[in-house]
C-alpha cells in the first residue's frame, strides 16, 4: 500500500518568491493535513482538508493557503515567501478526525 | 503552559537498556493518544495507537496510558542503536490533533 506523497522532497527559494507544494494522500484517506517542522519551534500545525473542505487552521499568517481536490490530493501554497519560512512541512492523511495521522517524509524548503 | 508537555532530551541510553519516554498533558478532553518515530530528514512514523487507559504492547514498545493522571509512556524493551531518533507523543482532542515537541533518543552500541 502506497504511503503519503508529498513533491517535491526539496526547493531552494528566495525571499518574495511564491511556492506550491503537493501531497498525495494514502488511498482512502480523505483527511489531509499540513504541518511546518522546525528545530526551535516542532511540529505546528497549518491547517486541516476534509473532502475539500478546510475543517481546520492552525496560526499562521494569510500567505499560507492550501486546497484539496476531490481526489483528496491536497497542495500548499506560500506567497512572498520570507526567510523565517525555512521549514520541513509535512503532510499527512488519515481516514477522519478520530484516527491516527500517516505522513510523508515532507519538502524541504530553503529560503534563500 | 502547553497543552502537551515532553522533556526534548537528548536521552543517550547503552544498547540493550529500557527506554522510558514521557509525556503530560494539561487537558482531559484528549481522548486518542499515539506515539511516533521520526529519523532524521523522513516524516513522522506511527508507532502506537490507543485509545483507553491501561498498557498496549507491539514487540518490544508497549504504550501506557493515565487518563487520571494525564500522563502517557512508550517503553522500549532491548533498546538497538536502530532506535535513535526523535520521539513524539500526539493526541486527539475534538478534531485537533496535537504534538508534543518530541525526545531525542540516541541509543549507544
Known amino acids: 500500500k502506497a504511503g503519503v506523497t508529498q513533491t517535491p522532497r526539496y526547493l531552494i527559494k528566495t525571499r518574495g518568491q511564491q511556492v506550491t507544494l503537493s501531497c498525495s494522500p494514502i488511498?482512502?484517506?480523505?483527511?489531509v493535513s499540513w504541518y511546518q517542522q522546525t528545530p526551535g519551534q516542532g511540529l505546528q500545525f497549518l491547517f486541516e482538508?476534509?473532502?475539500?473542505?478546510?475543517?481546520n487552521k492552525g496560526n499562521f499568517p494569510g500567505r499560507f493557503s492550501g486546497r484539496q481536490f476531490s481526489n483528496s490530493r491536497s497542495e500548499m501554497n506560500v506567497s512572498t515567501l520570507e526567510l523565517g519560512d525555512s521549514a520541513l512541512y509535512l503532510c499527512?492523511?488519515?481516514?477522519?478526525?478520530?484516527?491516527?495521522?500517516?505522513f510523508g517524509d515532507g519538502t524541504r524548503l530553503s529560503i534563500l | 503552559q502547553k497543552e502537551v508537555e515532553q522533556d526534548p532530551g537528548p536521552l543517550s541510553v547503552p544498547e540493550g537498556a529500557i527506554v522510558s519516554l514521557n509525556c503530560t498533558y494539561s487537558?482531559?478532553?484528549?481522548?486518542?493518544f499515539m506515539w511516533y518515530r521520526q529519523y532524521s530528514r523522513k516524516g513522522p512514523e506511527l508507532l502506537m495507537y490507543?485509545?483507553?487507559?491501561g498498557n498496549k504492547e507491539d514487540g518490544r514498545f508497549t504504550a501506557q496510558v493515565d487518563k487520571s493522571s494525564k500522563y502517557i509512556s512508550l517503553f522500549i524493551r532491548d533498546s538497538q542503536p536502530s532506535d535513535s531518533a526523535t520521539y513524539l507523543c500526539?493526541?486527539?482532542?475534538?478534531?485537533?490533533?496535537?504534538f508534543g515537541p518530541g525526545t531525542r533518543l540516541s541509543v549507544l552500541p
Open positions: 487537558n482531559s478532553a484528549f481522548q486518542y
Open positions: 482538508y476534509f473532502s475539500e473542505t478546510q475543517r
Open positions: 500526539a493526541m486527539i482532542r475534538g478534531q485537533n490533533f496535537v
Open positions: 499527512a492523511s488519515s481516514f477522519g478526525w478520530d484516527q491516527p495521522q500517516h
Open positions: 490507543t485509545y483507553s487507559s
Open positions: 488511498s482512502g484517506h480523505r483527511s
